[in-house]
């Protein structure tokens, strides 16, 4: 069956800390896969797409990278802060390039 | 940036009542728009294809009728809940993709709804 699965359901880091986070996924084989940010009571935010040909993609203190042989994605975000504090999903592209299928889902908590 | 705004943001109502919840594309056109909803502590789940100027597509297992979607224009698709019962209860979320495709959504601010 297909599978998209997110390493915990909670991480505590202390800030400055990098945190990573994990999304692994069976039984699909998708053409990229996003990250995004949900924070409570709220939709989710964008953060960084990431392509099968593309290894390693970074926007500021974020990094994410895809191994579409291991088929898993690894989500970092470097000098953490509490305001980095959220949930973050990963995201497939599936079902024929038109459909976005999420993970379980990250809760990510950043203390002082 | 792009935005997508939701209306409203909760909505409580009685068993039995519909509920209808609005999703517009503030800055962009969108001929596709996406409805999820979400439980708590649970991941997104997609509900349904929302295509401007012809026929919704529902995914596995959701109900056509009782979850109407229209689209009934290039910034506007609009989600009611039929009959609504407590289990409907939810946290409902619209998405829309820019540029024709899914490369980057954006997604709305959320409904919660809640059936007594």
């Known amino acids: 069956s297909q599978k998209i699965e997110q390493n915990s359901e909670a991480l505590n880091i202390q800030e400055g800390k990098t945190a990573t986070l994990t999304c692994n996924y069976t039984?699909?084989?998708?053409?990229?896969l996003q990250w995004y940010r949900q924070d409570p009571g709220r939709g989710p935010v964008f953060l960084l797409l990431i392509r099968e040909n593309e290894k390693e993609k970074r926007k500021e203190r974020l990094k994410v990278t895809f191994d579409t042989t291991l088929k898993q994605s690894l989500f970092h975000i470097t000098a953490s802060q509490p305001a980095d504090s959220a949930t973050y999903l990963c995201a497939l592209l599936t079902g024929g390039g038109n459909k976005l299928t999420f993970g379980t889902g990250t809760q990510l908590k950043v203390e002082l | 940036g792009a935005v997508v705004s939701q209306h409203p943001s909760w909505v409580i109502c009685k068993s039995g009542t519909s509920v209808k919840i609005e999703c517009r594309s503030l800055?962009?056109?969108?001929?596709?728009m996406f409805w999820y909803r979400q439980f708590p502590k649970k991941s997104l789940m997609l509900m349904a294809t929302s295509n401007e100027g012809s026929k919704a597509t529902y995914e596995q297992g959701v109900e056509k009728d009782k979850f109407l979607i229209n689209h009934a224009s290039l910034t506007l698709s609009t989600l009611t809940v039929t009959s609504a019962h407590p289990e409907d209860s939810s946290f409902y979320i619209c998405?829309?993709?820019?540029?024709?495709?899914?490369?980057?959504?954006?997604f709305g601010p959320g409904t919660r709804l809640t059936v007594l």
């Open positions: 039984n699909y084989s998708p053409a990229y």
């Open positions: 800055d962009f056109q969108a001929t596709t």
């Open positions: 998405s829309a993709p820019r540029g024709g495709t899914t490369d980057t959504q954006y």
